[in-house]
């Protein structure tokens, strides 16, 4: 449970490890952009992970970091060509950054820093936690980011309904910086000032 | 040291061997998916941009200097590029399909190219035979959600229809434009000049065709 926990509050990989933020701050700039890429993060870090954690005695040590990225980029490889056939309108959405998955700091760090050390179950359960926490980060940015920037809210078009909830009021005015790069660093340094101020302010209370 | 070279070596190619094979078969199956995929999205598109009238197969740019020297002379006279510079329409317009009516080609749906905010724009775009434009939709593009993305939207394109004659070329400067229209496009300049730069190079190039082929 602790390995599962740590990725969302203590160890977060966007507001507290901080890795991986170039395609954070480049894709969330819609919600939907943000489930995908997270759900693709997931998927590559489980994938990771579990044939990392298998192959940790088959791989020699001078060469693990090219079978790590080896690895990875399959993994990689498959979410895209998957996302290509099943979700065009997020592939073409998220267009580089998914490719940008394999040199992600989130995925190699965890293969190197856990998996390369733990059981398959721990690692899975490790790469869980992480994956959840830098989608859960990724989703606040970007909710943050479209709500203020464009006033809408974008998801999965299902039905009838088109997948874009308009915010009244904002919709006719947002505050566009938002959308635009300086937006993105913006609300990434308030969020995370904000989640250290809390795991500080929770440090104390237990200390008291 | 020989043998845990070798060892090495062997392991890395073992585990590249497994990836690749792996990969192959995903892309066995996925390859038709995003092929055909593709295929639809364009067919639909066409069918949207072309009222019910007959879609012609697909062409691309005759290679001719002549044809070429004509369209970078209409494009300087209209602003559209520098007068030293050059484009190569082979590139910009991927796709060139006549739209007849009865037998007679009476509009030409162009594919463009264009660069935005985000990179490349795909546009299918709609010229009578004059170079007027009639519409147009944005197909693959990355631009801003809230900015550029608006161009996805075919109120976007209010702004250019029937414009595109010698007399009244397709606006490529927010000059050319109403204060209404300047006002709806401020803040994605850059997507406004990729868009208008290719329909005005679209213009140009359907009035070179003209009612020939």
Not at chain 1, 43 to 55: H, K, R
Not at chain 1, 101 to 129: H, M, P
Not at chain 1, 176 to 190: C, D, E, Q
Request: with cysteine; charged share 20%; net charge negative.
């Amino acid at each position: 449970m602790f390995n599962f926990l740590k990725g969302l509050f203590r160890e977060n990989p966007i507001f507290v490890l901080a890795l991986g933020l170039c395609p954070t701050l480049a894709v969330s700039t819609q919600v939907v952009n943000a489930i995908g890429m997270g759900a693709g993060v997931i998927f590559v870090l489980i994938g990771s992970n579990i044939m990392v954690s298998l192959l940790k005695n088959f791989i020699p040590d001078e060469v693990h970091i090219p079978a790590y990225i080896v690895i990875i980029a399959s993994f990689v490889t498959i979410v895209d060509l998957l996302m290509q056939a099943f979700v065009p309108a997020l592939s073409s959405s998220l267009g580089v950054f998914v490719k940008l998955i394999v040199v992600n700091c989130i995925i190699l760090g965890r293969a190197e820093a856990f998996a390369s050390k733990n059981n398959v179950k721990d690692s899975i359960i490790d790469a869980l936690g992480m994956g959840i926490g830098f989608t859960v980060g990724l989703l606040i940015i970007s909710l943050v980011r479209e709500v203020m920037g464009a006033g809408t809210i974008t998801l999965f078009p299902m039905g009838s309904f088109d997948g874009v909830i308009e915010i009244p009021g904002l919709i006719d005015a947002p505050a566009r910086i938002f959308s635009l790069s300086p937006g993105a660093l913006l609300v990434m340094g308030f969020l995370m000032a904000g989640f250290n101020w809390l795991l500080s302010k929770k440090k104390k209370n237990k200390e008291n | 040291m020989n043998s845990k070279l070798l060892n090495m070596t062997l392991r890395l190619t073992i585990i590249c061997a497994v990836a690749a094979l792996i990969l192959g078969v995903v892309n066995i199956v996925t390859e038709p998916i995003i092929i055909e995929r593709k295929r639809i999205e364009q067919e639909k598109a066409l069918k949207a941009l072309s009222d019910g009238d007959n879609v012609g197969e697909a062409r691309v740019p005759a290679n001719s200097d002549d044809l070429h020297n004509q369209l970078l002379a209409a494009l300087i006279e209209h602003s559209v590029i520098g007068a030293d510079d050059d484009i190569d329409e082979q590139e910009l317009i991927t796709s060139i399909y006549p739209v007849d009516k009865d037998g007679e080609v009476i509009k030409y749906i162009l594919q463009l190219e264009g660069s935005g905010y985000g990179g490349k724009m795909i546009i299918l775009a709609v010229f009578n035979m004059d170079g007027s434009f009639v519409k147009a939709k944005l197909m693959e593009n990355n631009e801003t959600p809230g900015l550029g993305k608006k161009a996805e939207k075919s109120q976007y394109y209010n702004m250019y229809i029937g414009r595109g004659s010698d007399s009244d070329p397709v606006p490529v400067s927010k000059r050319s434009l109403s204060d209404s229209d300047a006002e709806a496009i401020s803040g994605s300049t850059i997507t406004f000049d990729g868009i208008s730069k290719a329909l005005a190079l679209g213009s140009d190039y359907v009035k070179l065709l003209g009612g020939n082929n």
